[in-house]
């Protein structure tokens, strides 16, 4: 996650970030604000399981016309997570 956080800091006005939990037991926010991230960035969806079936983490990437580009499962490294965030500019 500090990754994830580290590279939205680049890239606070050309992409939006939507971060979902399906798997934490307990208060989620709480949990993202125990960690010092933000919980306003945070979305929590009992729905998203409907459609999101895979590993976690799972990391999916939209262009800006809300199309699906490329979907990773499982960690996603930092240098690799700014290059695709690049690739959709």
């Known amino acids: 996650m500090p990754d994830f956080l580290a590279v939205r800091e680049e890239h606070t006005d050309d992409v939006n970030w939507l971060f979902v939990a399906t798997d934490e037991v307990g208060d989620p926010k709480q949990f993202v604000t125990d960690k010092g991230w933000d919980p306003s960035l945070f979305a929590l969806g009992s729905d998203i ?24 499962k499982g960690g996603i490294h930092k240098e690799d997570l700014q290059e695709k965030v690049a690739a959709l500019q």
Do not use: A, R
Request: glycine share 8%; aromatic share 16%.
């Open 49 to 72: 399981k409907s459609y999101h079936k895979g590993p976690n983490p799972t990391t999916y990437f939209y262009d800006s016309s809300g199309k699906l580009v490329e979907t990773v």
